[in-house]
T-cell receptor, first 109, second 115 residues
Framework: RKEVEQDPGPFNVPEGATVAFNCTYS??????FFWYRQDCRKEPKLLMS???SGNEDGRFTAQLNRASQYISLLIRDSKLSDSATYLC??????????FGSGTRLSIRP | DAEITQSPRHKITETGRQVTLACHQT?????MFWYRQDLGHGLRLIHY???????NKGEVSDGYSVSRSNTEDLPLTLESAASSQTSVYFC??????????????FGPGTRLTVL
């Protein structure tokens, strides 16, 4: 089993829809959690951090469920510009940064 | 504006050759990282550094080496390039003193092909 797993998608949803995807992790000692966004053939960029109490930034909400060992990303009122690959990132220790392989999201007009 | 740059952006080389990929950041960050990205694997950590003269192995360090002689640069060397090292390589930097919770800023990537 991979240490970090994401549904690769693609998720193909209409503009204005709400979409959510998860990222599961196997190491219960994981400490820090993030979502990054990566556009086609570009570098990843931080989207948001994920806290136990949840984190909301405009149309984006990230949550952490330690008991079930997953993080989630919810996008409301999706825009065409949200089309990208979303990577979860888990920090397990000083030498363990694990990137998920990404979930592809495509927003159609 | 501060930035992180990589060169070359594209490189084609032959099996067995030594190749060095450059990474330069002007953020004045202590921490620098090298990743490779392959289909189905996401980004995998190759080497990282917490400061000048500090280097550490990541998940997939075999066949790669780095050196950190100043704050701005972390060149990645492939000692003897292999076809399995064909990939996109990303350099990143972050500000915290440890492998902590701060944002990583990525360079634009280097696409390496080993024939």
């Amino acid at each position: 089993r991979k240490e970090v797993e994401q549904d690769p998608g693609p998720f193909n949803v209409p503009e204005g829809a709400t979409v959510a995807f998860n990222c599961t992790y196997s190491n219960s000692a994981s400490q820090s959690f993030f979502w990054y966004r990566q556009d086609c053939r570009k570098e990843p960029k931080l989207l948001m951090s994920v806290y136990s109490s949840g984190n909301e930034d405009g149309r984006f909400t990230a949550q952490l469920n330690r008991a079930s060992q997953y993080i989630s990303l919810l996008i409301r009122d999706s825009k065409l510009s949200d089309s990208a690959t979303y990577l979860c990132v888990i920090y397990s220790s000083a030498s363990k940064i694990i990137f998920g392989s990404g979930t592809r999201l495509s927003i159609r007009p | 504006d501060a930035e992180i740059t990589q060169s070359p952006r594209h490189k084609i080389t032959e099996t067995g050759r030594q190749v060095t990929l450059a990474c330069h950041q002007t953020w004045n960050h202590n921490n620098m990282f090298w990743y490779r990205q392959d289909l189905g694997h996401g980004l995998r950590l190759i080497h990282y550094s917490y400061g000048v003269q500090d280097t550490n192995k990541g998940e997939v360090s075999d066949g790669y080496s780095v050196s950190r002689s100043n704050t701005e640069d972390l060149p990645l060397t492939l000692e003897s390039a292999a076809s399995s090292q064909t990939s996109v390589y990303f350099c990143a930097s972050s500000a915290t003193s440890g492998l902590g919770v701060d944002t990583q800023y990525f360079g634009p990537g280097t696409r390496l092909t080993v024939l």
